[in-house]
């Protein structure tokens, strides 16, 4: 006799490397998701937030809408609103899902927690398939620093630090999901949030993961199960003393997070029961590979890398205009994302402003060097050079040979020794025969 949870988080739908778009992957990681949650047979369904990396364009709205939708035959869902979310977007995303609001409220399936305002707090009951146990979940969205929306009694704690505004909210969610409590309720905290303690992919937001805004272990509320969102790395906290976790971000969604296993919680709670929390691995998407070394170095290694988002480092005695093309030619399969070239063996010495401006790099270098970390290397390279190289070569329309009065003019002024005069300063009465000037 178990409540089962299933814990997805932190999708970012939308979420681009460089100026390249991931539709293909965020479509075949939410199908992965799908089916893991399809055999697991879950109870409750929790997503605890960042659905979105920004305000969603129709393709992510659509792709948000139908996963939610086949998510919710699978079991009931919840999901938190977090710091990349738009509640506006979230309340019409419901109002979609809702069929344009015409359901009634045992008919959800999926539920979202946009406010943290007491009469406003996500707290819903989900029996268990078995019949004997009740899933109580309790859903606290991102609160942001600098708009912390929750209403306090007490007037001292508006100038509270945030770890003890963060405490008084999550012991006032604790005291309503808690109220009336019976032997065979579970109880599960849905948050959005960055606990002190927990490894950072660093690739979240930096703000958001400051020491300032993290949230004390020992104030998160007693439950028997915690559903954490925020953090891009799949793990357990620890030392709380109840089970809580974070499910990490579904896809690598950053070079901070090469090294992550990316994964969803199945999740078996019981009464009184240790319990059981596994972390099913996400094998879709592209991973981020990050090279650095010689040229050499980095040949060596790009057989291994196939299909991937490639960052390089790559280390040269002096600047190479093919190395773009050599790259590309190295990792054929491979998307690269963003070259820089290091020069250890260079000397660094101070010049004088009559070398400096004579050894600044010229427009063609800077290009060379700039367009490959923007994706543009190969022949689409040499093409944007070549265009460069006719646009330089024709002639400026501002720079207009002089005309013939102009010429009469200069030869007028230098005939009367009037060579230092600014020749616009000049004026010429055109009655004179030339011997007068004023």
């Known amino acids: 006799m178990n409540g089962r949870v299933f814990h997805t988080s932190d999708w970012h739908l939308g979420r681009q490397i460089s100026r390249h778009r991931r539709d293909a992957e965020f479509d075949a990681v939410v199908n992965e998701i799908i089916e893991i949650a399809t055999d697991f047979t879950p109870d409750l369904i929790v997503h605890s937030g960042d659905l979105f990396d920004s305000r969603p364009g129709t393709d992510d709205f659509r792709r948000a809408a139908d996963a939610l939708r086949r998510l919710g035959e699978v079991a009931p869902v919840v999901v938190v609103g977090g710091n990349h979310d738009t509640p506006d977007v979230l309340m019409f995303l419901d109002y979609i899902l809702t069929d ?10 999926v539920r979202f927690a946009t406010e943290a305002r007491p009469d406003r707090l996500l707290l819903a009951e989900y029996p268990a398939a078995d019949g004997e146990l009740t899933l109580r979940v309790g859903a606290l969205p991102y609160l942001h620093p600098n708009r912390f929306s929750y209403q306090f009694t007490d007037p001292a704690m508006t100038t509270a630090t945030y770890a003890r505004r963060m405490r008084a909210v999550q012991a006032d969610v604790y005291r309503r999901l808690a109220s009336g409590r019976g032997p ?5 905290f849905a948050a959005h949030l960055f606990v002190a303690g927990a490894t950072p992919s660093y690739s979240e937001k930096k703000v958001s993961i400051n020491a300032d805004y993290a949230v004390d272990v020992e104030a998160l509320p007693v439950v028997d199960y915690g559903a954490l969102g925020h953090i891009h790395k799949p793990q357990r906290v620890e030392n709380i003393g109840f089970p809580a976790c974070y499910a990490g971000s579904p896809l690598q ?7 992550d296993t990316k994964s969803v919680a199945l999740v078996e709670i019981a009464p009184g029961e240790e319990p059981r929390i596994g972390l099913e691995p996400l094998s879709s998407g592209r991973r981020l590979v990050k090279l650095t070394g010689t040229l050499e170095e980095i040949a060596q290694r790009a057989g291994r890398v196939g299909d991937a988002w490639v960052k390089i480092e790559v280390d040269l005695d002096g600047p190479d205009p093919t190395l773009s093309r050599h790259l590309a030619d190295l990792l054929p399969r491979a998307t690269i994302v963003g070259v ?10 101070v010049l004088d402003g009559a070398t400096a401006a004579a050894e600044l790099p010229g427009v063609e270098d800077l290009l ?22 006719q646009l330089q070569a024709e002639p400026d329309p501002a720079d207009l040979a002089p005309c013939c009065e102009e010429q009469m003019l200069t030869a007028a002024i230098a005939g009367h020794g009037f060579e230092g005069i600014d020749r616009a300063s000049v004026l010429i009465d055109p009655a004179l025969d030339g011997s007068e000037v004023r």
């Not at 820089?340 to 260079?346: F, L, T």
């Open 368 to 389: 060379r060097e700039y367009l490959p970390g923007r994706g543009v290397g190969g022949a689409a390279l040499d093409r944007v050079m070549a265009t460069l190289a």
């Open 253 to 259: 969604l950053d070079f901070g997070e090469i090294r």
């Open 100 to 109: 344009l609001g015409t359901r009634s409220r045992d008919q959800v399936r």
């Open 340 to 349: 820089v070239e290091r020069h250890p063996g260079a000397v660094e010495r």
């Open 184 to 188: 065979r309720d579970l109880l599960v």
